[in-house]
């Protein structure tokens, strides 16, 4: 199947700062990619929806300017936690959607921990 | 509201049984259904779908059955196996209204007992 990375897997900061992670589709090109937010014990919620070269689609009581959203690339998609507090701490997972429609190809996911 | 519901937090099977791992929709908009499987700290799986027009879906150890009168769907694991142990997702999405958009269900904890 294909590859999607993110980078970095886990991280650690401070209250009030910013952290970037990113998504990217190892070996095909994502016209469309997937965040994902998944609290403890519970299912993955979508945040939302990437597209290459236009603005993101965020699902209801997701704050766009919390969650800052880039698909600058076929390949590329970012998600920047702006202003990060402790109840962000969460595991944020990305996917990328290949040709076929609802075939999702899902990162590994990204530990963020907000002290 | 929940969409997609699977109402088994866990589930423990004996290695070499079959595991049967639940899942109920609401949407009668939904015409494609995924499984996932994921371990912790890792990002889901793909494992096996169905199409609305399917009522059957089988891949190896791995069969789907899906039942559309009643909004049910079904993932078989025959015969299980311990490395079977992970949070297994059932997801639907509906071409029709929303493209691409997956609802995960809140996920099943199979533990297969060797």
């Known amino acids: 199947g294909a590859v999607v990375s ?6 650690i900061c401070k209250s009030g700062t910013s952290v ?4 990217r589709s190892l070996d095909f090109q994502a016209t469309t990619m997937f965040w994902y937010r998944q609290f403890p014990k519970q299912s993955l919620m979508l945040m939302a929806t990437s597209n290459e070269g236009s603005k993101a689609t965020y699902e209801q009581g997701v704050e766009k300017d919390k969650f800052l959203i880039n698909h600058a690339s076929l390949t590329l998609s970012t998600l920047t936690v702006t202003s990060a507090h402790p109840e962000d701490s969460s595991f944020y997972i990305c996917s990328a959607r290949n040709s076929n429609y609802n075939e999702q190809f899902f990162g590994p996911g990204t530990r963020l921990t907000v002290l | 509201d929940q969409q997609v ?4 937090p866990s589930l423990s099977v004996q290695e070499g049984r079959i595991s049967i791992l639940n899942c ?12 996932y499987k994921k371990y912790p700290a890792e990002g889901p799986t793909f494992l096996i779908s169905i199409s609305s027009i399917k009522d059957k879906n089988e891949d190896g150890r791995f069969t789907v059955f899906l039942n559309k009168s009643a ?3 079904s993932l078989h694991i025959v015969p299980s196996q311990p490395g079977d142990s992970a949070v297994y997702f059932c ?22 007992i060797p």
């Open chain 2, 5 to 8: 519901k699977q109402n088994s």
């Open chain 2, 24 to 35: 109920d929709y609401t949407n009668s908009m939904f015409d494609y259904f995924l499984w």
């Open chain 2, 71 to 73: 909004k049910h769907l």
């Open chain 1, 6 to 11: 993110q980078h970095p897997s886990r991280v």
């Open chain 2, 91 to 112: 997801a639907a999405s509906a071409f029709e209204t929303s493209y691409d958009k997956v609802i995960f269900g809140p996920g099943t904890s199979l533990s297969v």
């Open chain 1, 20 to 23: 970037k992670i990113e998504c």
